[in-house]
């Protein structure tokens, strides 16, 4: 599977937009893009995913580069709730394949 | 709806003594079933998958094995437990479609002594 770069960390104010960029420099034309978020002491949830054209949903945003090399996920509001790890994970078309984690950023939202 | 439950939701084990963890789904049928551990400050570790009854796919050769004895139970076992089996265990199921979103249960916190 193509591989993601995520900064290990950010922090946001509360109330300010965040943006949460990805990299994947090798992904191929049937890998779709998904994002996950992990809240302390939980399991991992679904935030969004998409293929090529950008995507909104009622947790965040998910701009995806003309080139599909990058991605960045948007939370318009960020609120002390979201302060989590936050996944960017490839996933092949073909197929049904297990999620495969990688380390993530670590979002911090102040007051 | 559907809904996936673990338990116990925390465990001390004393080295060497066996596990089992037990997943189930509620609300769905012939689900992908999923076994990952997280270790203290660490990230999520895929162990084993499932697509369907008997049909188990090791991720990681280690001192662990799985189960799925019924179409929605997934169970997670050791015969002999290590140190560092101690972590956070998360069951995850998913639908069969492809780009399914994969669903985690609440965990189950293990700590071998």
């Known amino acids: 599977d193509a591989k993601t770069t995520q900064p290990n960390s950010m922090e946001s104010n509360e109330e300010e937009p965040v943006h949460l960029p990805c990299n994947h420099s090798?992904?191929?034309?049937?890998?779709?893009i998904h994002w996950y978020r992990q809240l302390p002491s939980q399991g991992p949830e679904y935030v969004i995913h998409g293929l090529t054209s950008n995507v909104n949903n009622r947790m965040a945003s998910l701009a995806i580069a003309e080139d599909r090399k990058s991605s960045t996920l948007i939370l318009h509001r960020a609120t002390l709730r979201d302060a989590a790890v936050y996944y960017c994970?490839?996933?092949?078309?073909?197929?049904?394949?297990?999620?495969?984690f990688g380390k993530g950023t670590r979002l911090s939202v102040i007051a | 709806s559907q809904t996936i439950h673990q338990w116990p939701a925390t465990l001390v084990q004393p080295v060497g003594s066996p596990l089992s963890l037990e997943c189930t789904v509620e609300g769905t049928s012939n689900p992908n079933l999923y076994w990952y551990r997280q270790a203290a400050g660490r990230g999520l570790q895929l162990l084993f998958y499932?697509?369907?009854?008997?049909?188990i796919s090791s991720e990681v050769p280690q001192n662990l094995s799985a189960s799925r004895p019924q179409d929605r139970q997934f169970i997670l076992s050791s015969k002999k437990l290590l140190l560092s089996d101690s972590g956070f265990y998360l069951c995850?199921?998913?639908?069969?479609?492809?780009?399914?979103?994969?669903?985690f249960g609440p965990g189950t916190r293990l700590l071998v002594l």
């Open positions: 090798t992904i191929s034309g049937t890998d779709y």
């Open positions: 995850a199921w998913s639908g069969l479609a492809p780009q399914e979103t994969q669903y």
């Open positions: 499932s697509v369907g009854i008997g049909q």
């Open positions: 994970i490839l996933r092949r078309l073909s197929g049904n394949t297990p999620l495969v």
